[in-house]
């Protein structure tokens, strides 16, 4: 195995767009988020992300309250049909090019992501990238509750940071 790791952000830089964004849209088209403006509600959120406003705890309320009452097993293929439909789709082929040679080399590899850890995962597992660092959501009765149980990950710049601190090696 190789002595260094590298950490990829996910969102903007090893796929187009936004995997929360893209999660959102395919809620939509399942019938799942079915508030009237819900696109629209979660584009204003991303619009305070990307000026370094946004309220995570906000943010993860709205894509995680169409999953209330779904049981973690049924939220987790929706997740890997989603991340198979519509992520793997969106990596960008320079990505995959590093990652089939990072994971030929033996190097460890991470992804980090303002976006929940449920799909931060299923992202990374598809990708074959062992480690992932994203929101975590709690969990109550077997499903996600939409509230954050405590210290996250940071949004936006800062997330590297995190994941040294969190015991991450530094690249």
């Known amino acids: ?26 809620m939509v088209r399942e019938g799942l988020a079915t508030q009237k ?8 959120l991303m619009a305070d992300y990307d000026r370094g406003e946004m309220n995570i705890a906000d943010y993860v ?28 789709p969106r990596v960008y082929p320079q990505a995959w090019e590093l990652i089939r040679r990072l994971r030929a080399e033996g190097e460890q590899m991470l992804i980090i992501s303002a976006s929940v850890s449920l799909l931060v995962q299923a992202v990374a ?19 996600y509750s939409g509230s954050l149980p ?10 590297a940071s995190d994941a040294v601190a969190r015991g991450a090696s530094a690249v």
Do not use: H
């Open 1 to 26: 195995m190789g002595n260094t790791l590298t950490i990829f952000d996910l969102d903007n830089t090893l796929i187009q767009g936004d995997s929360s964004t893209v999660w959102s849209q395919f």
């Open 37 to 44: 403006g819900y696109l629209a509600r979660e584009a204003r």
């Open 61 to 88: 309320a709205l894509i995680q309250a169409p999953l209330a009452g779904i049981p973690k097993s049924d939220v987790d293929a929706l997740v890997a049909r989603c991340v198979r439909e519509a992520i793997l």
């Open 125 to 143: 597992a598809a990708l074959e990238i062992d480690q992932a660092l994203g929101i975590d959501v709690e969990m109550v009765d077997g499903g």
């Open 150 to 159: 405590g210290s996250q990950l940071s949004a936006g710049e800062g997330g």
